[in-house]
């Protein structure tokens, strides 16, 4: 339990750290904070992460004079690998084509099993604090998950049952992204119990002068 309440405190302040600073484009500011939002490319909704973040806005005009732009928890969270992405109004049909619903302005959270988890859409305007809360509701939530599952893990190993501690360190370690402390801790686990698991490289910076695409409209 000692362990277990060391990493429930280092995962506290490791969601309190910052992110790095960047310039986005027109800001003209080059020490303003700016979150790494990235337009959707892709002609389907990809889910690579655990934890995805979609904003649908009204327009592109909208999304650039957007708070979101520049929300210092949404910063946060992408430090801890959630991903961000804006899907513009013309291809909101991709949703409709995951069987999702969606009406703009829109905030939805989806697993990587493409589910989604939860969603702002009321017909009116999104108040920045709104989809930070959204987005905060779900991390907390996995956080809590996560400390359950290394508290049980923790438990089935002293009592021998390796197959179930291996199968929630594995859990652990699917999403250790998102917690790296607890990550690296199921990684030691695992290999104690004979399982050795692998950083996979990251992926590459947002690139700050990214544009939207504007792929045609799926049928």
Request: glycine share 6%; net charge negative.
């Amino acid at each position: 339990m000692l362990v277990a309440v060391l990493l429930f405190a280092a995962l506290a302040a490791e969601a309190q750290s910052g992110g790095g600073r960047r310039s986005g484009p027109g800001t003209g500011n080059p020490d303003e904070h700016i979150v790494p939002w990235k337009f959707l490319q892709a002609a389907e909704i990809v889910h690579e992460r655990p934890v995805t973040l979609y904003w649908v806005p009204r327009s592109l005009e909208e999304a650039e004079r957007s708070p979101l732009m520049t929300s210092q928890p949404l910063l946060d969270a992408s430090t801890r690998c959630v991903d961000l992405e804006i899907v513009l109004p013309e291809q909101a049909a991709l949703f409709t084509k995951a069987h999702i619903a969606v009406q703009a302005p829109a905030a939805l959270i989806v697993d990587r099993k493409g589910e989604v988890v939860r969603k702002i859409d009321n017909g009116r305007a999104l108040a920045p604090r709104e989809v930070e809360q959204l987005l905060s509701a779900e991390l907390s939530a996995r956080d809590d998950a996560m400390f359950r599952q290394m508290t049980e893990a923790g438990q089935q190993e002293k009592q021998g049952n390796s197959a179930a501690a291996i199968d929630l360190y594995k859990k652990i370690w699917d999403d250790h992204c998102l917690f790296s402390v607890a990550g690296a801790e199921a990684q030691r686990a695992l290999k104690r119990l004979g399982v050795i698991v692998k950083e996979t490289p990251a992926p590459p910076p947002v690139n700050p002068a990214l544009t939207p695409s504007r792929p045609s409209t799926p049928h």
